[in-house]
């Protein structure tokens, strides 16, 4: 039995709400809005080292779900879900690397938000362990997250502002495929807004069960 398994045996009333989008799309800025303790999916990226990581013309494919742990995403959601605090990795993206970890908490609260550009990747193990609470989307019009994109990794610093360029036009393109994975995995497309309401909606729901 894996230690998934053997976790979601004491699974409390704490379940996940799975924000995916494209890159630079405002996963974070909405999941934060939510006033929910906010989960960042993106730390559990593969070192760079990793041999297992997926390859395209020669370099590490970074966009592709591969190249990021999903077991240990849902070992850690399993962990929050069960006893309310997990260790998590914190990576930096510069460096391609896990530089440490951290005790992140969810307190008392019955629901919490894991974000991240693959977190549609993990819908159906989460709603097979009695976890998901819901699984959404984030949808904006292709050139609002191009920019913020463009702007997030050039003020990170996150490569060379050429490399960053070619990768936002490449994005760009991949973006409508991104969003059209997600649908095909579970998520449901919202704007902002609607995200906020519907997270008040589960909110309101969770406390009247209580």
Known sequence: ???????????????????????????????????????????????????????????????????????????????LSASGQALIPVYDIGQSARVADRLFAIDDQSMFVAEGIFAAELVTRCAELGLLADAIALKRPRTVTFTRRLVRDLAEHRKAPSVLFRRGIRLFREDPTVLGRAYLLGCRPMSARKIWARVESLKSASRTRA
């Open 1 to 79: 039995m894996s230690s998934v398994e053997l976790l979601t045996v004491s699974v409390q009333n704490a379940r996940v709400i799975l924000l995916a989008g494209p890159s630079g799309s405002g996963k974070s800025y909405v999941a934060r809005r939510t006033g929910l303790p906010v989960l960042c999916l993106d730390d559990f990226y593969k070192d760079g080292t990793d041999p297992t990581l997926p390859q395209a013309q020669g370099i590490v494919d970074w966009e592709s779900p591969e190249s990021w742990n999903a077991e240990a995403a849902i070992a850690a959601i399993a962990e």
